[in-house]
């Protein structure tokens, strides 16, 4: 009787480590755990191949620019949706800012921009302008160059236009502050959909 004891304490122990053992390996570790993104996204936590649907389409995120003022920091996503580019800029000062911009091929800028443009009739004031560092993560076009100077410019009706040289290289963008609840957000699989 005292045998049988001594086997189901046995056995007890033995299926007690088996479940500890197997707990353990199951877990990832807490390294792991903080390395992965989060599944609820937010416009400033984005990552690439995850899905932005805004104006009745799905755009994919395939890049991401961070930029650095002097320690004020914004994102510019890089969306695509077939052969349709956008941006998607996100900035948080007083208040969050969204823009939903697009290459404007059509004005041509060179040297330092002026404190006014019209661009398809639309006149722009200048708000704001300085020089930031750039960190980069998949595709983001010609945005090769580590530093940026930047030109902001606002018009009524929430339009906006930027201006961004990259070493003498000027990309000029036009766009509108939305509602960032006029977006949805869905995670995708961390991959890029379009190759360069």
Same mark, same amino acid.
């Given at each position: ?26 877990? =990832? ?7 992965? =993104?989060?599944?609820? $996204? ?14 009745? /389409?799905?755009? @994919? @995120? ?33 208040? @969050? ?13 060179? +040297?330092?921009?002026?404190? $006014? ?7 722009? &004031?200048?708000?704001?302008? #300085? ?20 030109? &902001?410019?606002?018009? /009524? ?17 036009? +766009?509108?502050?939305?509602?960032? !609840? !006029?977006?949805?957000?869905? =995670?995708?699989? #961390? ?6």
């Amino acid at each position: 009787m005292l045998t049988w004891v001594w086997i189901g304490i046995l056995a007890i122990a033995i299926v007690g480590i088996f479940i500890v053992i197997r707990q353990r390996t199951a877990l =990832p570790s807490k390294k792991a755990q903080q390395a992965l =993104p989060p599944l609820q $996204r937010t416009i400033f936590t984005l990552q690439i191949g995850d899905i932005v649907q805004y104006a009745g /389409a799905d755009w @994919v @995120v395939e890049g991401r620019l961070t930029f650095d003022d002097s320690g004020f920091t914004w994102f510019e996503y890089m969306l695509q949706d077939g052969d349709a580019i956008r941006w998607l800029s996100v900035e948080e000062d007083d208040r @969050v800012e969204v823009c939903w911009m697009e290459t404007a091929s059509n004005l041509d800028i060179s +040297g330092t921009p002026p404190h $006014r443009l019209t661009h398809n009739g639309i006149t722009y &004031e200048k708000v704001e302008q #300085g020089v930031a560092r750039m960190q980069r993560l998949g595709s983001t076009m010609n945005k090769q160059a580590q530093i940026c100077r930047y030109f &902001e410019y606002s018009a /009524a009706n929430e339009q906006v236009l930027s201006v961004e040289n990259w070493d003498d290289d000027i990309e000029v963008s036009v +766009g509108r502050r939305i509602r960032p !609840s !006029s977006l949805t957000l869905l =995670p995708g699989d #961390g991959r890029r959909v379009y190759d360069d």
